[in-house]
């Protein structure tokens, strides 16, 4: 009786489970839309079109920017140290300096810049000229060498401009010989090691050469040039080798030794140039302006005019430009009438103490 008993609840439990099965398998065959559907909602996103710029050192650009933030620095240092150590009240506003883009705020935030005080021809190693009230005005030009359509047009230039070539271009000694014809100077520039290391040439000077090996170097730079004649050299970047006491001695004893003078391009506020030449009795000049740290004609004129404003307190100044049309086109605009204007557009070797 009791295995009957127990026999008909199992068979119980058993239809119960079989019952549950069929409703879940009938759930699942049949889901109720409202049971198992999630809720959403549609959005529309607007497409948005971004234009992501290349890479620095994609563009081949890097070292071209590193050289524009060198000279900012070195701008805007000079401005604060002539602040500091002139107690004259500010009558001109400063050189422009190519802060914008790179810094974040406009050049009307920096503070004015004092009168230029002149130099003295023994501290400077430059002879200013003053006869006549004619202030001298040399133009330099950076990075010659690479561009042969540009050589061309400062060849055809009627008035006397500096080229400083780089020291690797493949046809360097006959364009430097076809620009002396023209009437124009020859420099060598010379890459030196900034701060920020960069491929700037095949041949960098940098802090981590020796005597023989500088020498060595910068001695084979300037034999590419063979008896052209150049007149000195002036430095490419070099805002960490400029301020390197050994290193620049090194440099210095091979300008003497050739009769060379330097240009100090004067890419750091901390270059020691000066002192080293002055201790071992190398001619010595250094830049007063960048014309194109900003490669737009009226910038480029405001610069030039810079250069009038300089010269005309210590007799004379030093512009430095580049290879680029629109510096050319303002050069050529600017020094048709420069004489007008009470300025001589000379070479940089004219403003050496003989």
């Given at each position: 009786?009791?295995?009957?008993?127990?026999?008909?609840?199992?068979?119980?439990?058993?239809?119960?489970a079989?019952?549950?099965?069929?409703?879940?398998?009938?759930?699942?065959l049949?889901?109720?839309?409202?049971v198992?559907?999630?809720?959403?909602?549609?959005?529309?996103?607007p497409?948005r079109?971004?234009?992501?710029?290349?890479?620095?050192?994609?563009?081949g650009?890097?070292?071209?920017?590193?050289?524009?933030?060198?000279?900012?620095?070195?701008?805007?240092?000079?401005?604060?140290?002539?602040?500091?150590?002139?107690?004259?009240?500010?009558t001109?506003?400063?050189?422009?300096?190519e802060?914008?883009?790179?810094?974040?705020f406009?050049?009307?935030?920096?503070?004015?810049?004092?009168?230029?005080?002149?130099?003295?021809?023994?501290?400077?190693?430059?002879?200013?000229?003053?006869q006549?009230?004619?202030?001298?005005?040399?133009v330099?030009?950076?990075?010659?060498?690479?561009?042969?359509?540009?050589?061309k047009?400062?060849?055809?230039?009627?008035?006397?401009?500096?080229?400083?070539?780089?020291?690797?271009?493949?046809?360097?000694?006959?364009?430097a010989?076809?620009?002396?014809?023209a009437g124009h100077g020859?420099m060598?520039?010379?890459?030196?090691?900034?701060?920020?290391p960069?491929?700037?040439?095949?041949?960098?000077?940098?802090?981590?050469?020796d005597?023989?090996?500088?020498q060595?170097?910068?001695?084979?730079?300037?034999?590419?040039?063979?008896d052209?004649?150049?007149v000195?050299?002036?430095?490419?970047?070099?805002?960490?080798?400029?301020?390197?006491?050994?290193?620049?001695?090194?440099?210095m004893?091979?300008?003497?030794?050739?009769?060379?003078?330097?240009?100090?391009?004067?890419?750091t506020g901390?270059?020691?140039?000066?002192?080293s030449a002055?201790?071992?009795?190398?001619?010595y000049?250094?830049r007063?302006?960048?014309?194109d740290?900003?490669?737009?004609?009226?910038y480029?004129?405001?610069?030039?005019?810079?250069?009038?404003?300089i010269?005309?307190?210590q007799?004379?100044?030093?512009?430095?430009?580049?290879?680029k049309?629109?510096?050319?086109?303002?050069?050529?605009?600017?020094?048709?009438?420069?004489?007008n204007?009470?300025?001589k557009?000379v070479?940089?070797s004219?403003l050496?103490?003989?």
């Amino acid at each position: 009786m009791k295995i009957k008993k127990l026999t008909i609840f199992v068979f119980f439990l058993l239809a119960i489970a079989v019952a549950e099965g069929v409703v879940v398998a009938y759930d699942l065959l049949h889901p109720d839309k409202d049971v198992f559907e999630l809720d959403y909602q549609e959005y529309d996103i607007p497409v948005r079109k971004v234009d992501v710029k290349p890479f620095l050192f994609e563009t081949g650009a890097a070292a071209e920017a590193e050289a524009i933030l060198d000279n900012v620095t070195a701008e805007v240092q000079n401005n604060l140290m002539r602040r500091i150590y002139t107690s004259e009240p500010a009558t001109e506003q400063p050189a422009a300096v190519e802060v914008d883009e790179f810094l974040g705020f406009s050049t009307d935030e920096l503070p004015a810049e004092p009168s230029v005080q002149p130099q003295s021809a023994k501290d400077a190693n430059v002879a200013a000229e003053n006869q006549n009230n004619v202030s001298r005005i040399a133009v330099v030009i950076d990075d010659i060498g690479l561009s042969e359509p540009f050589v061309k047009e400062l060849e055809a230039f009627n008035k006397p401009i500096t080229a400083a070539f780089l020291p690797y271009g493949v046809s360097n000694r006959e364009q430097a010989e076809r620009l002396k014809n023209a009437g124009h100077g020859i420099m060598v520039h010379i890459p030196m090691m900034p701060h920020v290391p960069a491929d700037l040439a095949p041949v960098t000077l940098s802090p981590e050469m020796d005597k023989a090996e500088t020498q060595n170097k910068l001695s084979a730079m300037l034999d590419r040039f063979g008896d052209v004649g150049m007149v000195g050299i002036n430095n490419h970047m070099g805002s960490l080798l400029t301020e390197r006491a050994k290193n620049m001695e090194y440099v210095m004893e091979i300008l003497k030794q050739r009769g060379l003078f330097f240009l100090d391009s004067k890419t750091t506020g901390h270059s020691i140039c000066k002192e080293s030449a002055e201790q071992l009795g190398v001619p010595y000049i250094e830049r007063n302006v960048f014309l194109d740290n900003e490669n737009d004609y009226d910038y480029i004129i405001g610069q030039l005019h810079q250069a009038e404003r300089i010269a005309s307190k210590q007799g004379f100044s030093v512009a430095i430009g580049h290879p680029k049309a629109q510096t050319l086109k303002a050069i050529k605009d600017w020094a048709e009438d420069v004489e007008n204007r009470g300025f001589k557009l000379v070479l940089v070797s004219e403003l050496i103490k003989k």
